[in-house]
Nanobody, 118 residues
């Protein structure tokens, strides 16, 4: 079973950048679709960006297009989320997740807090 650990969260001012990482244990990382989700206080968790096993983009939230970039390095068992031009509304706990069988996001990390101040 793959285990996921996020890192790279923190506090930044609006307009700033952060890079999140999701490190996966195990040797099956490259066979999973992966995704970044976020959950703001009082709101439902939403899919931000997801990426195919080979690196192609699966889904993207409209509000982050042209600002956020998802990528993965299968050799390092790591996925990334580069976040630029951050806005206060991007404030949330960010989670990485794996979709092992193509039907559900069933493996989750513990989350990392991102806070953007105006």
């Amino acid at each position: 079973q793959v285990q996921l650990v996020e890192s790279g969260g923190g506090s930044v001012q609006a307009g700033g950048s952060l890079r999140l990482s999701c490190a996966a244990s195990g040797r099956t990382f490259s066979s999973y679709a992966m995704g970044w989700f976020r959950q703001a206080p009082g709101k439902e968790r939403e899919l931000v960006l997801s990426i195919r096993r080979s690196g192609g983009i699966l889904n993207s939230l409209n509000s982050v297009k042209d600002r956020f970039t998802i990528s993965r390095d299968n050799a390092k068992n790591t996925m990334y989320l580069q976040m630029n031009s951050l806005k206060p509304e991007d404030t949330a706990v960010y989670f990485c997740a794996a979709n092992p069988d193509g039907s559900s996001w069933s493996i989750w990390g513990q989350g990392t807090q991102v806070t953007v101040s105006s």
